[in-house]
T-cell receptor
Framework: KAGVTQTPRYLIKTRGQQVTLSCSPI?????VSWYQQTPGQGLQFLFE???????NKGNFPGRFSGRQFSNSRSEMNVSTLELGDSALYLC?????????????FGDGTRLSIL | AQKITQTQPGMFVQEKEAVTLDCTYD???????LFWYKQPSSGEMIFLIY??????QNATEGRYSLNFQKARKSANLVISASQLGDSAMYFC???????????FGTGTRLKVLA
């Protein structure tokens, strides 16, 4: 069974640009969450999608957005990139959003802003 | 208040010895799950072990066990017979059924010494 796949693995952008990251969950998983991980802030929750609906959102500006498709694949978009957006972006999927479901993570997309 | 608190930013343990990584949590939701993840330097987040709030027995998975003390709201991870490959960041996380959110602690960096 294939794991969570994130593309691309690495990305270099400049300030002001926008970027789209992709996440394909484990087959059958309907919940997809996104996290930003930086050395200083740890793992910060961005948002969670379930059945194409955003169910939870973290404390990030509106420049961060996402969506989920009918096949549960998800994309995350960051517009008007800032230097502080440099981070490892992790996607995680779970069967449902029940309390007994572990999240399974992809390898992440490492985004560097120049 | 922090939902998840990991008070040990860094730990050292001698190879083949046991080590306990601390985690306390704060929730008013009666139904929740507690998870531990391992993140090696390569970046991927690996699910280790799960404990449900209604589980009577402590969870075990191979060399990993979870010392669950519900009244004290603590869910410490015990790694027995440490191996060099256990050197990594370890994150404790809680998932509340009422909010569907996963919240992670700041992590503990474990270094296993030969």
């Amino acid at each position: 069974k294939a794991g969570v796949t994130q593309t691309p693995r690495y990305l270099i952008k400049t300030r002001g640009q926008q970027v789209t990251l992709s996440c394909s969950p484990i087959s059958g998983h309907r919940s997809v969450s996104w996290y930003q991980q930086t050395p200083g802030q740890g793992l910060q929750f961005l948002f969670e999608y379930f059945s194409e609906t955003q169910r939870n959102k973290g404390n990030f500006p509106g420049r961060f957005s996402g969506r989920q498709f009918s096949n549960s694949r998800s994309e995350m978009n960051v517009s008007t990139l800032e230097l502080g957006d440099s981070a490892l972006y992790l996607c995680a999927s779970s069967l449902e959003a029940g309390a007994n479901q572990p999240q399974h993570f992809g390898d992440g997309t490492r985004l560097s802003i120049l | 208040a922090q939902k998840i608190t990991q008070t040990q930013p860094g730990m050292f343990v001698q190879e083949k010895e046991a080590v306990t990584l601390d985690c306390t949590y704060d929730t008013s939701d009666p139904s929740y799950g507690l998870f531990w993840y391992k993140q090696p330097s390569s970046g991927e987040m690996i699910f280790l072990i799960y404990q449900g709030s209604y589980d009577q027995q402590n969870a075990t998975e191979g060399r990993y066990s979870l010392n669950f003390q519900k009244a004290r709201k603590s869910a410490n991870l015990v790694i027995s017979a440490s191996q060099l490959g256990d050197s990594a960041m370890y994150f404790c996380a809680i998932h509340e059924r009422g909010t569907y959110k996963y919240i992670f602690g700041t992590g503990t960096r474990l270094k296993v010494l030969a």
